[in-house]
């Protein structure tokens, strides 16, 4: 059973060499050895599969690094993928709009691991937006269609990666489903689990210590959509308002929402609008100059090149905050 696949991509790599010469890629050493073959929706996901699977789990992202995962429409390639997965792994929370049409087409072969499930859910606060604006994509479905699990979840916020105290959860359901579907390796996915746990929790202790530099009046944020709703409760800040008001990106906002804001910033003298890497910065940096306000780059919905783990994605948000607030 362990060795199934694995010697099936051994063999088939032997083959390769014998047949016509190639060289053996650098990837192919690692896939062979891998006893599992996963999809995660996002980046920040397949980092923490890959910390908890390490290389007996081979990792393939769908929503690529600085692509806006509330706008992805996923590919032909992307849904055979899938189908071909033994597990894929997802945000939920409505996060993924494009999931229930991409399962439709994937058949559901594949097992799919729900990584809000256990977390605890916040909703959308005062200020933070009107949670119909979201799901224009929703209700393109027929009556009587099946709906997405995230359809349901309408006005809860998906981002719950922003406080690596729900990170955890994912570990565990991640350490779980690994080893239910490779038994063999229960062990080793149980001790990166404990390791990198570990590393959550001392992220954890450096965001606070980070954080107790800003003093408790400037602890707001506005932001381009409300990402950060988690990260302000575990850590004593506070959602003023975002340019897009909700929980997607994918919405615009009404001119009256965007005046409505704008004074905001004004009466809370707020100095900085954080806006993400994967979306235009266009209205925000016009509300910005309106305001006497500057925007600065954060990450929200994936690692980049500059912060290309979970861990160092954090971080690089925690000291963008730290500058522009203290
Ligand atoms: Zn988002």
């Known amino acids: 059973m362990l060795g199934n696949k694995a010697l099936a991509g051994l063999l088939v790599a032997v083959l390769a060499l014998a047949g016509c010469g190639q060289p053996a890629t650098p990837g192919s050493g690692s ?9 995660a929706t996002t980046t920040l996901i397949s980092d923490v599969v890959q910390q908890v699977g390490g290389d007996r789990v081979a990792v393939a992202t769908l929503i690529p690094t600085g692509a806006d995962a509330h706008s992805f429409d996923p590919t032909p390639q992307d849904i055979a993928r899938v189908a071909d997965a033994d597990l894929l792994f997802i945000n939920g929370a409505g996060y993924e709009e494009f999931l229930s049409a991409m399962l439709a087409n994937v058949g559901g072969e594949v097992q799919v691991v729900d990584l809000s499930e256990g977390v605890a859910l916040r909703e959308l606060a005062a200020g933070e937006g009107h949670e119909h604006e979201e799901h224009a994509e929703g209700e ?47 062990t080793s996915y149980e001790a990166n689990a404990a390791t990198y746990t ?29 990402v950060f709703g988690y990260f302000a409760d575990r850590y004593g800040f506070e959602q003023i308002g975002s340019v897009i008001p909700g929980f ?49 780059t954060v990450l929200t919905e994936s690692v980049s090149d500059e912060a290309p783990t979970y861990i160092e994605y954090m971080r690089y948000n925690v000291e963008r905050f730290v500058t522009a607030l203290k």
Request: no cysteine; aromatic share 4%; hydrophobic share 40%.
């Open 248 to 296: 997607s990106s994918a919405a615009q906002p009404s001119a009256q929402e965007l005046a409505e804001l704008q004074d905001q910033i004004a009466d809370l003298s707020i100095g900085t609008i954080f806006v993400g890497d994967v979306v235009n910065p266009t209205v925000s940096q016009r509300l910005a100059d309106d305001s006497g306000a500057s925007v600065v």
């Open 31 to 39: 896939e062979a050895a891998a006893t599992l073959n996963v999809v």
């Open 140 to 186: 393109e479905h027929a009556e009587g269609e099946e709906h997405a699990e995230g359809e349901e979840h309408a006005g809860l916020d998906p981002h719950t990666w922003t406080d690596p105290n729900n990170v955890k959860y994912w570990v565990e359901a991640i350490a779980r489903s690994l080893s239910a579907a490779d038994a063999a390796n229960a």
């Open 198 to 226: 570990q590393q959550l929790t001392e992220l954890d202790t450096w965001i606070d210590e980070q954080v107790a530099q800003i003093p408790a009046e400037n602890r707001r944020l506005v932001t381009d959509h409300a």
